[in-house]
C-alpha cells in the first residue's frame, strides 16, 4: 500500500470514529431522555407536555421540555442528522479504499473476479435496507419483537452466506456495514422526513398525526440497538483469533449479534 492510500486510510478511519462517536452518542443521550422524563408539575397549564427533564453538565443546568406535537416553530431548530451521513461515508470510503482497492475481499485463490465481488459488497448494503424496510412494512412488523428476532436472523443469514463469497474477515465487516447502512438510511429516509412532514403540519395548522413520531422513534430505538453489534462486528477485526479465525467463526457471529442487542439495551436503560 502506497504511502497516500496508507495516510487516506488513517484519515478516513479517524473521520469515521470521531463521526460514529458523535451519531452514536446523541443518539444514546435522546434515547435515555426518552426514558428518563417526569410528567409535568402543571399538566393543566401545560397539557402540551409530555415530560420534563432537569439536567446539569459543565456547570451549567438545562430544563428540557418534550412536545406532544409541535405548537410554534423556533426561529433555530437543531437538527442531528450530518453525525449519521458523515459516519457512513466515512466508513463506505473505507470500504472502497481497504477492500475494493487493497485488502483482499476474498480467500486466496477464489475464483470470483474482484469486480463481481465489489458488487456484491455493494448489493449487500443495499439489499439489507430493502429487506429491513420490508419487515416493518408487514405483519411481522406489528410486533416489534418478532420484527425484530426476523431482521437479526435475515443479518446472520446474510453473514453466512458472505462467508461462501468473501474471507471470513470480509465476512464480518460487511456484517457491520449491513446494519450501518441500515441506520443511516432510517434517519435519512424515516426520521428527517417523518420530522419534515410534522414541522409541514403544523405550519399548516393541521391535525397532529402522532404515527409519523411513533415510527421516527421506532427507528431511533433500531438505531440504538443495533449499534453495539455494528461495534462488535467491526471491532473483531482486531482479534481474529477467536472471532472471524477462529474454528466456530459462525457460532462466534450467533452470539456476537444478540450479546450486542443486548448491552445496548442495558446501557439504554439502566445507564
Excluded at 443518539?27 to 417526569?38: G, I, R, S, V
Excluded at 466508513?91 to 456484491?120: K, M, S
Excluded at 472471524?244 to 467463526?249: A, L
Aim: contains cysteine.
Amino acid at each position: 500500500m502506497s504511502d497516500l492510500q496508507e495516510w487516506l486510510s488513517l484519515v478516513l478511519r479517524w473521520t469515521h470514529a470521531i463521526a460514529g462517536i458523535m451519531w452514536i452518542g446523541q443518539t444514546y443521550l435522546f434515547n435515555w431522555m426518552e426514558k428518563a422524563f417526569d410528567p409535568p408539575r402543571d399538566p393543566k397549564e401545560k397539557p402540551n407536555i409530555a415530560g420534563e427533564l432537569w439536567m446539569v453538565h459543565g456547570g451549567g443546568f438545562y430544563v428540557v421540555e418534550k412536545q406532544k406535537w409541535p405548537e410554534i416553530m423556533p426561529r433555530t431548530l437543531h437538527w442531528f442528522k450530518w453525525e449519521a451521513m458523515l459516519t457512513w461515508l466515512s466508513g463506505f470510503f473505507l470500504l472502497a479504499v481497504v477492500y475494493w482497492n487493497g485488502a483482499a475481499l476474498q480467500d486466496y485463490g477464489a475464483l470470483l473476479p474482484r469486480g463481481q465481488a465489489v458488487a456484491i459488497s455493494l448489493g449487500t448494503m443495499l439489499g439489507a435496507v430493502a429487506v429491513y424496510r420490508l419487515i416493518w412494512k408487514t405483519p411481522l412488523g406489528r410486533v416489534e419483537a418478532v420484527g425484530g428476532v426476523v431482521w437479526a436472523l435475515c443479518v446472520f443469514g446474510a453473514g453466512a452466506a458472505l462467508m461462501r463469497v468473501f474471507s471470513a474477515r470480509a465476512a464480518y465487516l460487511h456484517v457491520g456495514a449491513m446494519m450501518g447502512t441500515v441506520m443511516v438510511t432510517n434517519v435519512w429516509m424515516t426520521i428527517i422526513p417523518n420530522q419534515r412532514k410534522i414541522m409541514a403540519i403544523t405550519e399548516a395548522g393541521g391535525p397532529p398525526r402522532p404515527e409519523l413520531a411513533l415510527a421516527a422513534k421506532r427507528c431511533s430505538k433500531h438505531n440504538t440497538l443495533m449499534s453495539m453489534p455494528l461495534l462488535f462486528t467491526m471491532l473483531s477485526n482486531h482479534y481474529p483469533s477467536i472471532t472471524f479465525g477462529g474454528p466456530h467463526p459462525l457460532i462466534v457471529l450467533a452470539f456476537l449479534l444478540p450479546a450486542g442487542v443486548l448491552a445496548a439495551y442495558l446501557i439504554r436503560e439502566h445507564a
